[in-house]
């Protein structure tokens, strides 16, 4: 029994001792294999068309089309449309289109395009970060004592409907014949304003602080349902009719009261701005 039991442990020790210089190698064959993302699924002659290329292509698909594209079916009929591609790329280089005027210069466009967007979209990340950077620093922070002062002030949404003239003299025609008749808002609207089709005849809500500062006075001191006006903006002159007033609760204020002060703070913080960077805008 004694000599079995060596034997089996004789055995066992030949067996590990057998097996373990191959861990090493099977780490080794485990980090050369390549990632999800960097498995090769389609090779067109030089080209590799990798997992990672696959899933960013699929990206930009419709829902429903990234969908199917997740099926078999799908998934190799995508592949497919990938190896299409590189295939008439590779034959278009071949056949030194990439060399074309065309080709170039087209090419210089998208480049400048995307240049464009990046810095965009650069100046876009940098303004959110400012703003993250003073609410976090209490440059913007608000208090609820400041929403409840606020609120004791303009506790009101107003609601109008506006007309955008190009100049004076017809918004002044326009104004007069709408104070004789405000049925003809609709067929005025349609002849003369300079907003957008869709935009026509739509109604805007707003507390104090939401909108144009000077359509607001108007709106603030104009009765419901009386036509007003013509008041001049950078979009052009503005004629607006009263369609409603009503008082807000504390509860359904607060939210959009603390957006009017963080962004009267913000306007406060520019301007400061504006003292330590020299600002010149030519007309």
């Not at 004789?180 to 809500?205: D, F, G, H, M, V």
């Amino acid at each position: 029994m004694k000599k079995f039991l060596f034997l089996l442990l004789t055995i066992s020790l030949l067996t590990a001792c057998d097996k373990a210089p191959q861990e090493p190698a099977r780490a080794a064959a485990a980090e050369s294999q390549p990632s999800a993302k960097e498995m090769v699924v389609a090779e067109v002659g030089p080209v590799q068309i990798t997992q990672a290329q696959l899933e960013n292509r699929l990206a930009l698909l419709p829902e429903e089309d990234q969908e199917f594209a997740k099926t078999n079916i799908g998934r190799k009929n995508f592949i497919q449309l990938l190896v299409r591609e590189e295939l008439a790329a590779l034959d278009a280089k071949e056949e030194e289109l990439d060399k074309q005027d065309f080709y170039l210069t087209a090419l210089e466009d998208k480049r400048e395009q995307l240049k464009e967007i990046y810095q965009d979209f650069s100046k876009d990340l940098l303004n959110r970060m400012w703003e993250e950077h003073l609410l976090k620093s209490g440059v913007i922070a608000v208090t609820d004592q400041e929403i409840a002062d606020y609120f004791d002030k303009y506790p009101y949404e107003m609601t109008i409907k506006q007309i955008i003239i190009a100049d004076a003299e017809t918004a002044d025609a326009v104004l007069r014949e709408l104070k004789r008749s405000k049925k003809r808002w609709r067929e005025l609207e349609r002849q003369y304003s300079k907003a957008p089709q869709q935009s026509q005849n739509q109604e805007i809500s707003f507390m104090p602080g939401e909108f144009i500062a000077e359509l607001e006075v108007i709106a603030a001191n104009t009765p419901t349902g009386s036509t007003q006006g013509f008041v001049k903006t950078s979009q052009g002159f503005h004629i607006i009719m009263k369609t409603g007033e009503r008082r807000l609760k504390l509860k359904e204020a607060a939210p959009r009261i603390r957006t009017i002060l963080e962004n009267q703070k913000i306007d406060s913080a520019l301007n400061a701005l504006q003292k330590k960077y020299k600002v010149v805008i030519y007309e």
